[in-house]
């Protein structure tokens, strides 16, 4: 169930994909909800939202009406009911149908729960676990085809690419990590334009990501491009820092990220374990005990020679389209793009999910701080938790400003409308492109 608004600026609720082996007579896509349970849809939204986390209003909103149909039971409560009944429209009849909740177990889901806490990037992970989960649940239940290509492209990538053979035709109309990019070229009324979906942050690891990016701008037009991260819960920070390098002629300023200042974070600051990561912060987080500060100075994750080792590759105008859903790395992503002044941010909803922030895993801190002695005990019956360690302020002209329950607010706004649910977004990519083009396109690689 998705959300897509009127020409008076009504919500509405449609019914847009089908669990795999669901069929009904006039239960399809494109119906209109009207009632879940009783309760008009949009009340039934605005009570569910208030049962999930969000950093702001956009954000709760988006949750709510996520949590309606697939909810990860690892991070949200079971339903109260077996079943819903749910009101519907088609055709101007007003119908009803009672719908039985499923309980699902994804095999996929262990590779988000199981990871190294010695990992080289386990340091820099931004992830809103709760927006994986269901994106991976949705692409399980509505996309199951997306499996097959994904192993197909696994498959095909560990081949020897030869001229013209079929792995370099495979990726030259798709990526080599289908489950984080999708791109396409698209003709606007506005020109030709190129299309990159990134659906994650997650994988692969940087150097793989940043190289895959390369490539498919390669194969898209010059004259604009549009970038799509609605929906991405964020991943490797790194990987959303490393690659605004990309669009522009100027140095990038990467992000700052700050420990709360206490003997606990000064250990953590001071440990050698996962190559010290955090040694830079041990002189603010010592000093605080004398200057009272809440929060340590601020540090980007990597080196900026990192962040800008390899410059500018794409010479066109670019547009950032974001929605509530942005969590974590995504939210670092969209405040780099806007902080160093990379093209404007079209956003679908008011805010980015404002999660920004560097997550660890409990098996990570038992890493940093082994021992009988360290706070950070094995939990019982093999249970997890994951914590925000250090917080990420901007930079430019928005610097010291904290990431976390503000997010990004972009430079202007689209309601998605009927169109955009029922047929690829495409009033969204229009404004998008015409957002491209009103600026004049620059030359100077």
């Known amino acids: 169930m998705e959300e897509f608004y009127d020409d008076e600026n009504k919500r509405h609720y449609i019914v847009t994909k089908m669990a795999d082996g669901f069929h009904h007579d006039t239960f399809i896509p494109g119906v209109e909800i009207t009632n879940w349970n009783g309760i008009p849809i949009d009340q039934a939204v605005a009570i569910n939202a208030d049962r999930e986390a969000g950093s702001n209003e956009a ?31 088609s055709n101007s009849h007003n119908y009803k149908i009672q719908l039985l909740w499923k309980i699902n177990q994804f095999s996929s889901f262990n590779e988000i729960f199981v990871s190294d806490a010695t990992d080289k990037f386990a340091t820099a992970s931004g992830l809103d676990l709760n927006m994986e989960l269901t994106n991976t649940a949705r692409k399980v239940l509505f996309a199951p ?50 299309y990159l979906r990134i659906r994650t942050f997650s994988k692969p690891e940087p150097d793989a990501f940043v190289n895959e990016v390369i490539r498919i701008l390669n194969l898209l037009p010059k004259e604009g491009l549009i970038i799509d991260v609605r929906g991405n819960g964020g991943g490797i920070i790194i990987n959303g820092e490393r690659i605004l390098q990309l669009f522009s ?54 080196s900026p020679d990192l962040t800008n080792r390899i410059g500018r590759q794409y010479n066109g105008n670019t547009v950032l389209v974001t929605d509530a859903r942005c969590y974590s790395t995504k939210d670092i992503f969209a405040a780099g793009f806007q902080d160093n002044r990379i ?16 997550v660890f895993t409990h098996d990570q801190l038992r890493a940093i ?33 904290p990431l976390e329950d503000l997010g990004i607010q972009p430079e202007a706004i689209h309601r998605m409308t009927r169109d955009d649910l029922l047929y690829g977004n495409r009033d969204l990519i229009s404004v998008a492109a015409t957002l491209l083009f009103q600026s004049p396109v620059t030359h100077d690689i």
Not at 70 to 80: C, E, G, H, Y
Not at 378 to 391: H, K
């Open 59 to 89: 954000a709760r909103h988006v949750r709510g009406l996520d949590a309606m149909t697939v909810r990860p039971l690892a991070m949200s409560l079971p339903p109260a009911e077996q079943w819903v009944i749910v009101c519907y429209n």
């Open 145 to 194: 085809n997306v499996g097959d290509l994904s192993k197909e492209a696994a498959n095909l990538s560990a081949e020897i690419p030869q001229p013209n053979n079929k792995v370099e035709e495979f990726f030259t109309s798709n990526s080599r990590y289908p489950d984080t990019f999708q791109f396409r070229s698209i003709d606007t009324p506005h020109g030709h334009v190129g």
């Open 249 to 302: 002629s100027s140095r990038i300023e990467a992000e700052r990220l700050h420990f709360i200042n206490n003997e606990l974070t000064l250990a953590i600051a001071n440990s050698d374990a996962l190559n010290g990561f955090a040694k830079k912060w041990i002189t603010s987080i010592d000093l605080s005990t004398i200057t009272g500060s809440v929060y340590s100075q601020g540090f980007p994750i990597e």
């Open 343 to 358: 093209g404007k941010i079209l956003g679908v909803d008011n805010n980015t999910g404002a999660g920004g922030a560097n």
């Open 369 to 401: 701080l082994p021992g009988p002695d360290s706070l950070f005990k094995e939990l019982p019956n093999g249970a997890s938790m994951r914590v925000a360690v250090r917080q990420t302020t901007r930079v430019g002209d928005k610097a010291g400003l």
